[in-house]
């Protein structure tokens, strides 16, 4: 049948001659069932990978709770009051080491009464051994010196027994009193704690929030949320805690008579033992980022800081204020942005060293390992395996390789990133030169044009413009990597954010540095665009 008898076909006999013949027009069973089949082979493989991981018992033990810190670690910090509540019913406040409040912390949402009370000491032993002390009498001639009840010296030592010799023991002041004769009674009373009264804090109210708070007494601890209160009695004697009535939701206590933990959402948490309280209040933002507790300007508005900046009078004889006020941001301690910017210019210089390097490299050989160039078979393989063994082990083995040659620093780094693209960028050079046109290298020759002047002519203005175009990808690519191999102890900010996470408390360290590393990619990545875009010939989009 030909073309033109095919087309003058109407519909109506096209449908006549489909119902005549079904079997031609009838697609294959393999045509039908492969939708089937493939829907079913990725349902079966989904199934076959949850089973194979364990997903779904990975999932139901995962401490959501944690995973959540974590994530609000990026963009808060915690202070972390802890209230330690003594047997004598004082409570004494303490802050970390390094709080984020600075040395000498007092925050406004934080609320304490305080009161004196005499601490230290055991008052109803000290006056029972000094009744003793008075009545007591013997035939010996020396006695011991004991303290009386208002701290003087008594003698009664020659009174009672004849001798003067006597042993000077010390009251809760200090001083000494002597006495008479005791026998063992004296060692007993020079054994006595002392007393001193001391200011304390009786209770203490910590405010998370709008309708939130916990109310801290010695033998009590209420938690406020919302409209719900739960109330907490502390049994100091047998070391437990017991909550009146059920606990809410927002409350959990793993062991009976253990700690109570009761939590805030964003705002924090509180965990309640028999003799401690401590308080973990997160706040929204980064502390402390330009200036750290110890720097004059911090805890100072902009204002304020603007104003020292341009005062004439120096905080610092040797140095300008503004020159300070640099400094103190460069070596903040919390954040130390001075290291973090130089360990991020380590890793961008890796990733060009490295990637500059194995272009270089892989530029020559590539000639080499191309068969349409170098007409040698044993060179071409010789050249090709090389390539696989430099890309097959992969870049993070390289490093951990040469970080146990060179020791940890930028050079490792910058070899494990050489070795590994000079494989890759040697393979992709070479197949682009086995797929040039030869008729423009076939022109070159033509007109008798040396070897060398063939291949200047004829090929690399085919294939220099996507020589620069890869190496420029790898460029961009080593930017991130080198952030990975870092980690190993290659240097650059890798192994600094490594050493953050560790600390499993740094996030927000963490987030910083992250942050800084998407910037600089960002910025490659756009360069990296705009140089291949011009070296291609094409306009950006």
């Given at each position: 049948?030909?073309?033109?008898?095919?087309?003058?076909?109407?519909?109506?006999?096209?449908?006549?001659?489909?119902?005549?013949?079904?079997?031609?027009?009838?697609?294959?069973?393999?045509?039908?069932?492969?939708?089937?089949?493939?829907?079913?082979?990725?349902?079966?493989?989904?199934?076959?990978?949850?089973?194979?991981?364990?997903?779904?018992?990975?999932?139901?033990?995962?401490?959501?709770?944690?995973?959540?810190?974590?994530?609000?670690?990026?963009?808060?910090?915690?202070?972390?009051?802890?209230?330690?509540?003594?047997?004598?019913?004082?409570?004494?406040?303490?802050?970390?080491?390094?709080?984020?409040?600075?040395?000498?912390?007092?925050?406004?949402?934080?609320?304490?009464?305080?009161?004196?009370?005499?601490?230290?000491?055991?008052?109803?032993?000290?006056?029972?051994?000094?009744?003793?002390?008075?009545?007591?009498?013997?035939?010996?001639?020396?006695?011991?010196?004991?303290?009386?009840?208002?701290?003087?010296?008594?003698?009664?030592?020659?009174?009672?027994?004849?001798?003067?010799?006597?042993?000077?023991?010390?009251?809760?002041?200090?001083?000494?009193?002597?006495?008479?004769?005791?026998?063992?009674?004296?060692?007993?009373?020079?054994?006595?704690?002392?007393?001193?009264?001391?200011?304390?804090?009786?209770?203490?109210?910590?405010?998370?929030?709008?309708?939130?708070?916990?109310?801290?007494?010695?033998?009590?601890?209420?938690?406020?949320?919302?409209?719900e209160t739960l109330v907490l009695k502390l049994d100091h004697?047998?070391?437990?805690?017991?909550?009146?009535?059920?606990?809410?939701?927002?409350?959990?206590?793993?062991?009976?008579?253990?700690?109570?933990?009761?939590?805030?959402?964003?705002?924090?948490?509180?965990?309640?033992?028999?003799?401690?309280?401590?308080?973990?209040?997160?706040?929204?933002?980064?502390?402390?980022?330009?200036?750290?507790?110890?720097?004059?300007?911090?805890?100072?508005?902009?204002?304020?800081?603007?104003?020292?900046?341009?005062?004439?009078?120096?905080?610092?004889?040797?140095?300008?204020?503004?020159?300070?006020?640099?400094?103190?941001?460069?070596?903040?301690?919390?954040?130390?942005?001075?290291?973090?910017?130089?360990?991020?210019?380590?890793?961008?210089?890796?990733?060009?060293?490295?990637?500059?390097?194995?272009?270089?490299?892989?530029?020559?050989?590539?000639?080499?390992?191309?068969?349409?160039?170098?007409?040698?078979?044993?060179?071409?393989q010789i050249i090709k395996r090389f390539f696989d063994f430099?890309?097959?082990?992969?870049?993070?083995?390289?490093?951990?390789?040469?970080?146990?040659?060179?020791?940890?620093?930028?050079?490792?780094?910058?070899?494990?990133?050489?070795?590994?693209?000079?494989?890759?960028?040697?393979?992709?050079?070479?197949?682009?030169?086995?797929?040039?046109?030869?008729?423009?290298?076939?022109?070159?020759?033509?007109?008798?044009?040396?070897?060398?002047?063939?291949?200047?002519?004829?090929?690399?203005?085919?294939?220099?413009?996507?020589?620069?175009?890869?190496?420029?990808?790898?460029?961009?690519?080593?930017?991130?990597?080198?952030?990975?191999?870092?980690?190993?102890?290659?240097?650059?900010?890798?192994?600094?954010?490594?050493?953050?996470?560790?600390?499993?408390?740094?996030?927000?360290?963490?987030?910083?540095?992250?942050?800084?590393?998407?910037?600089?990619?960002?910025?490659?990545?756009?360069?990296?665009?705009?140089?291949?875009?011009r070296l291609m010939g094409k306009t950006r989009a």
């Open positions: 049948m030909s073309a033109t008898t095919v087309s003058s076909l109407s519909a109506a006999d096209i449908d006549d001659i489909a119902r005549r013949n079904p079997q031609v027009f009838a697609p294959s069973f393999w045509r039908r069932a492969r939708p089937v089949l493939i829907v079913s082979a990725a349902v079966l493989y989904a199934l076959y990978c949850w089973w194979f991981f364990a997903i779904g018992k990975v999932l139901g033990e995962a401490n959501w709770d944690i995973a959540g810190n974590y994530l609000a670690d990026w963009i808060s910090y915690e202070v972390r009051p802890d209230f330690e509540i003594a047997g004598d019913g004082a409570i004494i406040l303490s802050f970390p080491r390094f709080s984020p409040l600075g040395s000498n912390p007092d925050p406004d949402w934080i609320t304490v009464t305080k009161t004196r009370m005499m601490r230290g000491g055991e008052p109803e032993k000290a006056a029972a051994a000094q009744a003793s002390s008075s009545t007591s009498s013997g035939s010996s001639g020396f006695g011991f010196m004991v303290p009386d009840a208002k701290g003087t010296s008594t003698g009664e030592g020659p009174a009672s027994g004849g001798s003067s010799f006597g042993f000077m023991v010390p009251d809760a002041q200090g001083t000494s009193t002597g006495s008479g004769p005791q026998g063992r009674n004296g060692e007993a009373d020079a054994a006595a704690p002392q007393a001193v009264e001391e200011e304390v804090i009786a209770s203490a109210v910590v405010t998370m929030g709008s309708g939130e708070r916990i109310e801290i007494a010695p033998r009590e601890v209420r938690v406020l949320r919302g409209d004697a047998n070391e437990r805690v017991e909550a009146e009535g059920a606990l809410p939701e927002w409350a959990s206590q793993k062991l009976e008579g253990g700690k109570v933990i009761a939590r805030f959402g964003f705002s924090g948490r509180v965990e309640v033992r028999h003799d401690d309280v401590k308080v973990r209040h997160r706040f929204l933002g980064w502390e402390n980022f330009v200036f750290d507790a110890n720097s004059p300007f911090w805890g100072k508005s902009f204002g304020e800081i603007a104003s020292m900046i341009m005062s004439d009078e120096r905080i610092d004889p040797d140095r300008s204020n503004l020159s300070l006020a640099w400094n103190n941001i460069l070596y903040n301690a919390d954040w130390q942005h001075l290291d973090v910017w130089t360990k991020l210019l380590q890793t961008i210089v890796m990733a060009f060293v490295g990637t500059l390097f194995a272009a270089i490299i892989a530029f020559p050989l590539a000639f080499i390992a191309a068969r349409n160039i170098t007409r040698s078979r044993v060179m071409n430099q890309r097959s082990v992969d870049m993070f083995i390289w490093a951990l390789f040469f970080t146990r040659a060179f020791g940890p620093g930028p050079l490792a780094g910058i070899s494990a990133i050489f070795f590994t693209d000079t494989g890759t960028l040697g393979k992709l050079y070479s197949e682009s030169l086995e797929n040039i046109d030869d008729k423009q290298r076939e022109g070159v020759k033509s007109v008798g044009a040396s070897p060398m002047a063939v291949q200047r002519y004829g090929v690399l203005p085919q294939v220099l413009p996507l020589f620069a175009s890869q190496a420029l990808y790898f460029w961009e690519s080593n930017t991130r990597s080198a952030t990975i191999i870092g980690a190993v102890g290659a240097g650059g900010i890798g192994l600094k954010l490594w050493e953050a996470m560790r600390t499993n408390q740094d996030w927000e360290n963490v987030a910083y540095m992250v942050l800084l590393i998407l910037l600089v990619v960002f910025v490659f990545d756009n360069i990296s665009n705009a140089l291949r875009s």
